[in-house]
């Protein structure tokens, strides 16, 4: 099943924990990526016909409605499979979301991180937990009732009692797909950086210790399965049939474009990427009518692994597949890391949250 990633990187703010390539930029700027992005949609040479669709950033959700009807209107296809648009709570309204029903949207995902107050000011996000709520029923009203809702797990002046008050309003509005992410600091956002310098902005002082984030994930993979939602990839939930459709083909290496800014694409065993920033992807597109920076050949035998296990269902691997890993196996089965029957290999519950280290063996020992 083959797929179209579309990159819309523009904010109304950037979040404190937001190690994207996105960000708040120029209008000027803005309307000059949005004319880029349909050339390229336009010049591309298609090799087969995409079966899902899925516009993320920054917010494509701040995107003109009537432009983002005419980016879908450019890729073929039409009636897809499964075609998302992501939005941050507080600029849906029944106009908006027929608009994009009309234009082919059929699922939406929310960047709501948290119902708590406390944690949504400190990160910059503006919306409430009412304003979600009602948006929600907004999107149900216009007929896209397929509705994500993301969640952080280790934002700053997170509590046990926070975290379950987010986690019951998951409950309450009912949506048949979750995301939780554990806060990942590294330099490319404004908090990892400063937790990283020991500093105290951004409430970097207040942010949860490792082992309780880990344990408020954990708390959200039981909660969820309680209400029918269960764990298909370590950072994904559903109920039966309302998997990702368009996500699974990263993990299953299907192949997929990518347009726009910092826009990753894979086809035929290669991967390339376009230039980051919106302005260079602009400008190159404006000279060069492309945008690639980086063409590599994929380590189709490293990503099966690494990929694949992401999958609570993990990945087939029999005798032969496995030999040159046997070892390596056997000690992660001996740790309680991954389960192995000589057909399929998973992780443990305690191998997701260790998964790195599963991850790493593969890539450092296959072959070639």
């Known amino acids: 099943m083959a797929g179209v990633y579309i990159s819309y990187p523009f904010c109304a703010q950037k979040c404190t924990y937001c190690n994207f390539a996105s960000g708040v930029f120029p209008a000027a700027l803005e309307g000059e990526y949005f004319e880029a992005l349909l050339a390229e949609i336009k010049s591309t040479e298609w090799p087969w016909t995409p079966e899902t669709v899925y516009l993320g950033g920054g917010t494509p959700s701040q995107m003109d409605p009537g432009k983002l009807a005419r980016l879908l209107e450019a890729i073929p296809g039409g009636k897809w499979r499964e ?47 009412g304003i979600v709520a009602s948006e929600v029923e907004i999107l149900r009203g216009s007929g ?30 009912d949506v048949p797909h979750v995301s939780i992410y554990m806060l990942e600091v590294d330099e490319d956002s404004r908090l990892g950086l400063e937790i990283l310098d020991g500093g105290t902005k951004y409430g970097a002082g ?53 347009f726009g800014a910092d826009a990753h694409s894979f086809c035929g065993g290669k991967r390339w990427q376009n230039a980051e920033s919106p302005a260079d992807y602009v400008v190159r597109m404006r000279e060069a009518g492309a945008a690639v920076v980086e063409r ?42 991954v389960e192995y029957d000589e057909r399929r290999l998973r992780l443990t519950r305690r191998g997701v949250l260790l998964s790195n280290d599963v991850f790493e063996v593969f890539i450092h020992t296959c072959p070639g």
């Open 83 to 129: 075609a998302t648009v992501e939005a941050a709570p507080g600029g849906i309204t029944a106009e908006l979301a027929g608009a994009w029903a009309r234009a082919g949207i059929n699922r939406v995902s929310l960047g709501v991180q948290s119902f708590a107050q406390a944690e949504l000011r400190g990160t910059g996000r503006k919306h409430t937990a």
């Open 144 to 173: 896209i009732s397929n509705i994500s809702v993301d969640l952080i797990s280790g934002l700053p002046r997170q509590t046990e009692e926070s975290w379950n008050d987010s986690l019951d309003w998951v409950r309450r509005l």
């Open 206 to 258: 207040r942010v949860p210790r490792e082992e309780d984030i880990a344990g408020f994930y954990e708390k959200a993979v039981d909660m969820l399965a309680e209400h029918g939602l269960a764990r298909y990839e370590i950072s994904n939930f559903a109920r039966a049939g309302y998997e990702s459709v368009h996500n699974l083909k990263y993990w299953r290496l299907e192949p997929y474009l990518g």
């Open 296 to 337: 590599t050949v994929a380590s189709m035998e490293e990503e099966y692994f690494f990929l694949g296990l992401r999958q609570m269902e993990g990945v087939e691997a029999g005798p032969e597949r496995i030999a040159p890993y046997r070892k390596d196996v056997e000690r992660l089965v001996e740790m309680g890391l």
